[in-house]
Structure formats: C-alpha cells, structure tokens
C-alpha cells in the first residue's frame, strides 16, 4: 500500500477497484461457523455446530456494470469443500466450470444450466463474501486521505446496510468502533500495510427469529483485517474478518417461557491474487475511487 509513497504522504485508501471484462485472478474463501446454543428447559438441552468452508476457483470478469462490479464472472477449476466434527467431503465436482451471474440474486449454472437451488443457494452465500468489503461505497473507506498510523470512524449508516444483509439489524452501536492504517515490516526490510478495525454493537435484532422466541439481551462485535497491495496491480489481497453474536432471551412454545442462549462466530478469510486486486491504495495525484 504505502510502498508507492515518499515518506508519509497522504494518500486516498481505495478499496475498490474498477475490474474489467478479462480481468482474471485466484479466489480463496474460507468461512468458519462456530454456533454454540443452549435452552433451559426441563431437558436442558444443548447444541453446538462448527462448519468449515472452502471455495476455490480461477475467476475471469466477463461483464461488469457502470460502477465497475461484475455482473457474470466465470469460475474454472472450481471446488467448494466442507467439515464439520466427524465429516467432510466435496459439495460438488472439484475442477467444473461456474458461470456466475450477479443480478438481483447470484445466479450459478455449470454449461447453461443452473445448480440444484439448495447447492445455489450454500454456494452464492459463500460467494456473497468475495466482495463484502467492496461495497459501493465501503463502510471502512475513511473518506480522506490518511497516512499509516491514522485512525478513523467507519461509516455507522453504511455498516447498519452491510450488516443488515448478513440479517443483523443494528439497533445501537457500542463505543469505539475504529478503523487504522497498519505497517509493519516485512522480511525483505520493507512495509505491508493493513487497515484493522473493531465495531462493537451494543443492541441487535435478527431479521429472521424462530417462532416464539424473544431476545432480552443482544451484543456483538465486527472486527478484522484487511491487507492492501504494495502496489496498485499487485497480488495478492487478503482479508480476515469475525462476526460474533451473542443473544440470550425466553421462548414461549407452551405456557410457561424458557430461558435460552446463542453464540455464534463467523470468521472469512478471503485472498486473491492475479492482475487485479480489489483493495489497493491510490496516492496524492492519481484518481482514486473511494475518496
């Protein structure tokens, strides 16, 4: 990121790309559920669930839209594979060809044909992760140019609408929530940049409850870390980030409420590597694309 700086010039952080039709790179996805449940009802019962992830899959831009995003991609040398305690295989032939389709939903078909809506439906959630941290225009974009060391306050109105897709409705953020430009040293005696950030929230809502459930007592916490290319086109990218929710509440199936409680922990990592990155830093001079 900084390595195209003098000094500590001020530059604008963009990370978002405009990609175009033949854009190619390696994608990596990698998301890790990890839900732990309890009720405390006459049985007492407990529940807990961790599920691994993994996409991979050479991508090519076929279209993209005015704003740059693409629209159909093509994925070649595709996998997706799962594991859970006990279990683990492939959810579909490793190797086949993709062709995805971003329109009001994710759209995947293998030779013009779509996926079985289940299989549809687990692939573009995980794909709904490739450019989450992309979002036009980017909660993390500090909207100023900074240099490393600088600190500054994600978008509160953005995060609500980045969330809210993820079906976590903000009711009241905690106190500080903050995103930093990070550099550390690397081996070779220059500098990886990084923006880190932590976003506490106070009081949350689910969009989507079970029936009879009411939740007393919400908070979570968003946070991660975003590494930015040395360069403008230079590969690779990754990202790290972790959602945990925390609910406890009473339920009502009959006549008497029973307390209950949820943790759930989502963590994605994502790289990418290839001609076009998707976070890059832009320096003072030359246009960048999220100001």
Do not use: C
Request: glycine share 8%; hydrophobic share 35%; aromatic share 6%.
């Amino acid at each position: 990121m900084g390595l195209v700086l003098a000094g500590t010039a001020a530059a604008d952080v963009v990370l978002r790309p405009r990609l175009e039709p033949g854009d190619r790179y390696r994608l990596s996805l990698r998301v890790l559920t990890d839900t732990s449940a309890f009720s405390k009802g006459v049985s007492g019962e407990t529940y807990e669930e961790l599920v691994r992830l993994h996409y991979q899959a050479d991508v090519t831009v076929l279209e993209v839209d005015a704003e740059g995003s693409p629209s159909e991609e093509r994925h070649d040398r595709a996998s997706l594979t799962y594991e859970r305690p006990g279990d683990s295989g492939s959810l579909f032939k490793e190797g086949v060809s993709l062709e995805v389709a971003r329109r009001s939903d994710v759209e995947i078909s293998v030779a013009g044909r779509r996926l079985d809506r289940k299989l549809e439906d687990t692939l573009a959630d995980v794909l709904e992760k490739q450019f989450e941290f992309t979002l036009e225009p980017a909660f993390l974009a500090p909207g100023r140019p900074v240099k490393p060391g600088d600190s500054w306050t994600p978008n509160e109105d953005l995060v609500r609408r980045y969330l809210l897709g993820r079906g976590v409705r903000v009711i009241a953020f905690g106190e500080g929530a903050v995103a930093t430009w990070v550099q550390e040293p690397r081996e070779d005696g220059r500098s990886a940049d990084f923006v880190d950030y932590q976003i506490p929230i106070a009081r949350f809502v689910l969009t989507r409850m079970p029936e009879g459930a009411q939740a007393s007592k919400t908070e979570a916490r968003l946070e991660g870390r975003i590494q930015l290319a040395p360069e403008p086109d230079q590969a690779p990218l990754s990202a790290r980030s972790n959602l945990t929710l925390q609910l406890n509440g009473t339920s009502r199936t009959t006549a008497q409420s029973q307390p209950w409680g949820v943790r759930t922990s989502i963590t994605i990592e994502k790289s990418s590597s290839g001609r076009e990155d998707l976070a890059t830093l832009a320096p003072e001079g030359r246009p960048g694309l999220l100001r």
